[in-house]
Structure formats: C-alpha cells, structure tokens
C-alpha cells in the first residue's frame, strides 16, 4: 500500500508538470530527428577551380564532378580561397597535376582528393606519378580534432554559461533577492545589466582558462592571435549569459532550467560547423541562421584555423553582438511581470 501511494503520487505529479511530461516525449524525438537530418545530408560535392589542364583531364574531372569546375588563375583562386568560394585549385606542374587545397576543412580535403583520384586514376598508367599536394590553409596535420576544437570550444563555454548563469538568475527570483531589489527604485535596465556584469567578470576568467588550456595544453591548431579568439569566445559567453537570464524568466526550478537544453542547446551543436552545413537541406541551412553558435563557431574556426582577424570576421561579430543586445532587451521586458516601473 505505502510502495501504490509513492507511484500515485509521482504520476500525478507528472501529470501536473505538463513541461515535463512534454519533454519526456518531445526532446528525444526532436534530437534524434536533428541527427538523422544531418547525418542523412547528401555528398558533399567540391568546388574545384582548374588552369591548363589538358583536355582529357579536364574532361575526366568534370565527369566526375556534378559541380562544374571553374577556370580561373592562380592569383584569382587564392582570392576564391579567402573568400570562401572554392574548395580547391589544380593546374599543371612537371607534367603532373598540382593541387592546392583550400585546407580548412578535413572532410572537404578528403572529398577534393577522392574526386581527383577517381577522375586521374584511369590517365596513369604509370601509378608512380602523383599529384603534388599543397595547402593554402592548415596542413597535411591538420585532423578531425583541429578541425571541430574551435566548435567544441564555443559550444563549452556557450553550454555552461547557459547553465551556471540561468540556474544563478534564477535563485536569485526564489530565494527573495530580486523581489527585495525591484522595491527599491532601481530600474529594469539596471538590474539587468548589474547581473550581467557580475556574472560577465567569471565568464572573462571561464573563456581565459578554456582558450588557453585548449591552444596550449591540448595543442589545438591555432595561427590567429590569442586574445582575439578571447574576445570572440567571451563575446558568445555574453550571448549564453543574457539567454539563460532571459529563459530563467520563464523557470520555477533548476530542473526547467535544464529542460531548455534540449531544446535550445543541443539543436545548436548540430549547425554550429561540426557538420558540413552544405549537404543539408536548404530550410536546415536558413535554421542554422537563427543560432548564435553558429557565427562563434565560425569566428573561431576563422581565427584558428585560417588566422584571419576580427576586422575580418565583423560580420560574424556583429551578428553575435545583435544576438546579445536582443536577449538584453528581451530580458528587461521579462522583467515587468515583476515590477512594472
């Protein structure tokens, strides 16, 4: 009888908390479904830029290819490459292909070179002549791990900002703090930016430890500048802060603080670069505009991986920074189902 009264209760409890009962259901068949969507994405099919190539070549690789290939030069094709527009460039040298690899991206390396391979394979007779490979960016050492380290960095810092800061936002609503601070006359915007601050000087020291531990402990490919990946990845922190502040609004307990992840935190991971957003559907690629993981992702990898600067990368920046101050604003409105001033 006492083992029936625990079980009615902990249902009916269940059955109260429709957030709960909801996410039980809901959050596994939404992850699954955002894994199956990326997973089940089309070949990524390069685009690879060519100069000279004698006809059969050429005739050979674009068979192959369901992209056409693009003729440019190579001062042309090192412009394609900052600007993100090719994948790979071949012409001839010694009488045998020399391919430059645009190089950032592992899994995009990896298809450029099986291309090329199938394309050449029957013209060589003789297998002892070989292409000449070159990077314009990374290097042959460059693996998986280079690769997606400036998406993990972003996303762990990203992830547990979100955690500490919402779960601390929101004591300060049930153990009385913020109803005894909006009596005073201190305004929205004030409180909310106070909060921010005092949390933002521990997610300066969080970014610190976690840039510097991952470049210069786990040796994570970096060729940019030190403090500007700092500031990108402290700039993310900012937006997970004022998101989770904002969220905590909408929370009664740290349990629903955690039912956001999810929902909020998981689908980022799978847009934020980890994943070849190109093979995927095209309403999944618009998706992924709305994430802010995506642009720190982005930032990152451009910094780390092609040394660009934050001149650069501004657009990325901007993005993150309108995320931010949307988040800031949304927060200042939340604020009125507790005071209205």
Known sequence: MNVGAVVTRIVKQFLRDKRSLALLVIAPILVLTLIWLVLDGNDYEPKIAVNNLPAPMEESLQAELEKDIVYMTEEEAVDAFQDGEIDAFISIADRKPNILLEGSDASVNGAVLQSVQTAFSSLYEDMSVQPTINYYYGSNDLNLFDQVGSVLIGFFVFFFVFIIGGISFLRE?????MEKLLSTPIKRWEVVTGYLLGFGLFTVIQSLLIVAYSVYVLD???VGDFWQLLVVTFLLAITALTLATLLSAFANNEFQIMQFIPLVIVPQVFFSGMFNLETLAVWLQVLSKFMPLTY???AMQQIMIKG??????????????GFA????VLNIVALK???KL
């Open 337 to 339: 189902k507790h005071r």
């Open 325 to 328: 101050v949307l988040f800031f």
């Open 296 to 298: 720190g992702a982005d």
């Open 173 to 177: 609503r049930t153990q009385g703090t």
């Open 220 to 222: 994570v490919w970096m």
């Open 308 to 321: 660009k600067d934050l001149w650069d990368i501004w657009p990325d920046l901007l993005i993150i920074i």
